[in-house]
């Protein structure tokens, strides 16, 4: 019988939901060491939280985080909260010596970010940091595929993250639902929010990037702000994009906007190879681009992947349905947990870690930097 | 607080994990008048039952049906054993006055399913059949077009379903795994299994079917049977086409095959109206495709519509993600289940019923009466 | 230097525009024996004639067709009028001992077709009917990897042909825009004019068809006729749906109508094979859908080949541009007219010959006696 | 009757056949003011120049621009030869009071290309730059929604251009068939040759960039040359990508490669507008992707417009072939050839002219310049 893990999460907004229908479904798919227990979600309002305690089976709620970080029944302390409360919590938490996960991005930036990996290696803990696209079965397998060389050579890398959900001048910022738009809780705007995502994947994916050069843009200058009720500036880049060197010798290419009208939530890459190229899309996740130049000439193509085969393979798949019958978005979070939860149990810790996510903020701190100066930034590497 | 409501399912194999599946996450996403509560679990082996019930979270298991039925504590049977057995179940089910949940087809031909509608309407109790695909959300919101007038007068409806599984003459029949390729289990081949999905899509949308032409294929002729260990004939369908009228004077044309190599389970269905036409497949269940005549003449095109937001209204999607973010296969119970749940809370039940079922098994009994006689067979109206 | 070739066009409707442009276009791009010369355009009203012949540079014009046939000046006599007139145009133009080349559908009916077999063959002229998309790169390298064994044992042929373009009850019948819905003219509706594609390239592929089955349906069952301004009853089939036993043991599916809403000339095929799959459409002809199933398990996939790679040697490729740059509808006579050339100057003459379209023409006879008749029909073997 | 104009076609490579090709075809399918005369081709070969001539009807053939220019017979002097040679030859063709059409980029850089605007419009001649994609019907068809206000306000313009043809080191450069890849010939790398394309289409979209950043990369350091035989130093781009501010506030991103495996000329653009977006792709030039927000919400959904419809108002397409059938490459230049005709006959000259090719040939400095330096460069504005 798997042991109990107590997890404590705090935040009940969309991130909490997806945490917590993730503990709530592993057992059923996945074969852990551990069986998760949902011990205390904690969130700012009282009603909410024990509302959302009901809804999701916690044994209770509170509104302190402190109280949940102090709790010595809890094991795992979930930081689900916006970003610029993600230190304070992960350095106490990691102090109590909690297994700490939390989302991304870690910090509101990269000094932040150090402190909270200096905070959790002194204190010897597990951590995670929620980058879930890692773990869409396409996307695991391009890495799987990178590495066993079947790319050749990469000369391009490519990513976009495009949304268009602030196109309205009448969106708010700040509050509950709109906290993104707001630099003192988010840090940035759409390079912490959406190009954190395309940079982890991509250093996973490609290696280290050394070098940025970095455009922004924020289209509405000013937004009323949920909290005072009065129009504000607008502190963050509506818009961003930058092209990059890796240390591999291959080029990148990054985009994310709020500002393209049709794009939901279109998290696209492209690697382009020697030998092989592969592109994938969130709005169809559960396909996989392919592109071997081994293939006989004539019938070369791009392949589209149904990433539902578990004969064939496919990371993950053969936990769900039959071949042919897809998942969703919210898988990504029950296979990120159950391989935390596998690395909690022995043997390899989960990534990406405190670690790997500081080094996806440096990339961020220096797009921000070459952003705000007009010039190439070096990307710092701890 | 909603009020509980104690599960048997009978079946631990596919369906069983969806419909376990359904019932662990209702609650999560959807405001039902009853909390399930999984009660036992029955199978036909008792280790595997025991160990299903621990993975799923059931109070008791068991390998006897009977014992489901004749518990006083239970309040929904589901049936998710083989076709062969559902009558015998539903007809004791219905008598001990238990509302009914059955997998499709909803038994082993017409005769047999008008018992089961005679057996549940004479003892009055709620009864449902396990369509899945209606839930799909572009499948909805089809239905609900049609109905707004939408395609106008419909001319066409076309729908397969391909499958590449059973190409391999060392695919047994018979057993846990291949029972649908047993005559004697399944009823019939695809056309039972496949077609009847098709069927009763379309005779949601576009209303009962007069009369049909079939033909059907067996491509390989024998297969060693899993129980006896020995080569025996193939009695089922490995493919079936057939035309047909429907009522409302237009023509249909089906599809069904487990011998489309590069299909897994490639369910689509188009139909073209005076006014729009529309299509759908279940690889891609999260899209619709759409076009739409009254569209300006130079901007006119197939529409692929993303099915991902609430704010459009698009069917169940308020109770899942944000715009962009794909669910899947299994939601579909889950939306089902719901569904069900609000009926029994009170208003109407959900559909289809068992009736409704009946009138697929009849298309499906017409379907190979035809391919039997090489000719027009009508379909029995009841 | 090439020999000249005289050609004697008669008809300059949609047809005669594409042969001409044919002619004009073929020396510029292939290497072949003989110059074409447009000697005479022959059409019924003598100023669109001159006119055509002014745009097309055709050394004259005349109105009968006969003039054309009798002039011993002509090499080659082009039949692009109405399928009415086919016959009788070509058994003189045999008599004549004219190299003939026929538009589709060679006759009205199978009977016909066949005295005009025995007419060229009893004159011993070279004869070639324009089935055009046998010349569509991407079909002609299906034929290529079907000879070649690649898609192994064959289970299924699929082939649609759906049009929108006769929804609205206000288009004519007869006349020289419409008479493809005169049943004098055109023999049959969409029977001949679109599944006749879909079975010539099906023939080609996958060999002769046994039996069919169909049905048939009229939608507008009165049309006002353009020459006599009086709403007459519709003869032709408005939609027509079959399927068939081909003699290699594969089920056969065929479809095509001019009220599916949203397609303008969607002909599309599928065939499915033991060891591959492919589809084509014509709304994206410079493209071919195939899946190998001797791919690596976790990369099999539908591959959408480019077919524009004249190093990975796709049909007729290497004489248009460079990689990358699709042709277009009209090549596919270019492509014709090359091999028929070709055929002429030595060698094999190119097919399909009338002998090859009479077979798909006892395909059509048989499609239409079984609708007629509500029961399968034999196909005629000559 | 249509006057003649004589045609003088100096270079008989890939673009000397798209030329003559379009003058053979013009007045086949438009009603222009003149008839083009195949005067003279010109080219370094002598057997080769007149082989082409035989091939395409020229009456006479050369090896010396110059007996072109200085032939009183010329009408028009159409310049297909490398990049390096256009300046000298449009120059004295202009003194010569020619007509001129140039192949592009202009030149072999911005300070070059204002000679050329400079002297064309000094001799008061006509003039024109083959940007031909302009002139696809989908490209054509954005324009005129752009000028109808139906974007709204623009926030993205993103174009690439992806090739993978000199991913092999063992590609020469220099030559007849690899001048593209010597800087002394072609001037740059893909900034010219495929940028150039990009930009000449966004700036007619969009309208003037103000500034760039660029960065280049060079993969292969060393091909041998074909002319001397020996490996030389790379002096080209073999991939540039970046970032631009448009004047009327929008963000731009460009690039360009010929790394990208799996891509022949995969040129595409997309835009994002506050009410609309659009995107389109070389690979399927006859299809545009819109997407609407204007329509009802729960049917909103990318619109695939197969843009064949000439009832619907596509540009061009009434003057091909019925709705359905595709064109394809070539036919932009016979749109070209077709306005430039009906500019020469009165009223206003086609686009884009010497002076809007300035224009492009500016940014590609900009770009060039940006990425040499590291740092934003102004574009200079004529």
């Known amino acids: 019988m798997a042991k109990k893990l107590n997890i404590g999460m705090i935040g009940y907004g969309f991130m909490g939901r997806t945490h917590s229908n993730a503990y709530r479904r592993v057992t059923n798919f996945f074969d852990v060491p551990y069986e998760p227990v949902l011990k205390t979600i904690c969130g700012l309002e009282a009603d909410e939280a024990k509302a959302f305690a009901g809804q999701w089976g916690y044994e209770s709620s509170c509104t302190d985080w402190r109280q949940v970080v102090d709790d010595k029944n809890i094991d795992v302390v979930e930081i689900c909260t916006p ?132 455009m922004t843009e924020t289209f509405v200058k000013e937004r009323m702000h949920a909290e005072t009720g009065k129009k504000e500036a607008v502190g963050i880049d509506d818009a961003c994009t930058f092209f990059c060197n890796f240390d591999n010798g291959s080029m990148g290419n990054f985009e994310a906007t709020r500002y393209a009208r049709g794009h939901k939530a279109l998290y696209t890459f492209e690697i382009n190879g020697e030998k092989a190229s592969a592109r994938w899309d969130l709005h169809d996740l559960h396909r996989l681009e392919w592109f071997d130049y081994g293939d006989e000439g004539r019938l070369r193509g791009w392949r589209s992947i149904h990433m539902t085969d578990h004969d064939g393979g496919h ?9 042919g019958l897809q998942i969703g978005y919210e898988h990504t979070f029950v296979h990120q947990i159950a391989d935390v939860l596998t690395g909690l149990g022995g043997g390899q810790h989960a990534q990406p870690d405190f670690r790997a996510a500081l080094a996806t903020q440096r990339v961020c701190d220096a797009v921000l930097a070459s952003a705000a100066k007009g010039q190439w930034a070096e990307v710092v590497k701890d």
Not at 83 to 93: L, M, S, V
Not at 134 to 157: C, M, N, S, W
Not at 315 to 323: L, N, R, S, T
């Open 315 to 323: 990371p993950y798949m053969d936990h769900w349905w039959v071949p």
């Open 83 to 214: 970003n610029f409360t993600h230190a304070e919590i992960a350095i106490a938490a990691a102090k109590a010596g909690k297994t700490i996960i939390c989302e991304k991005p870690l910090a509101m930036n990269g000094e932040q970010a150090k402190t909270m990996v200096d905070a959790v290696e002194a204190a010897g803990v597990a951590n995670f940091v929620s980058f879930n696209y890692r773990r869409v079965p396409a996307v695991t397998l391009v890495k799987q595929l990178i590495d066993e060389g079947r790319f050749g050579k990469i000369f391009h890398y490519r990513a976009n993250f495009l949304q268009d959900w602030t196109i309205s001048p009448d969106v708010p910022q700040g509050g509950m639902a709109t906290w993104r738009l707001d630099i003192k809780s988010a840090g940035s705007g759409v390079t912490g929010d959406l190009l954190a995502h395309c940079i982890d994947t991509a250093l996973w994916h490609n290696g280290p990037i050394g070098r940025v050069n970095a």
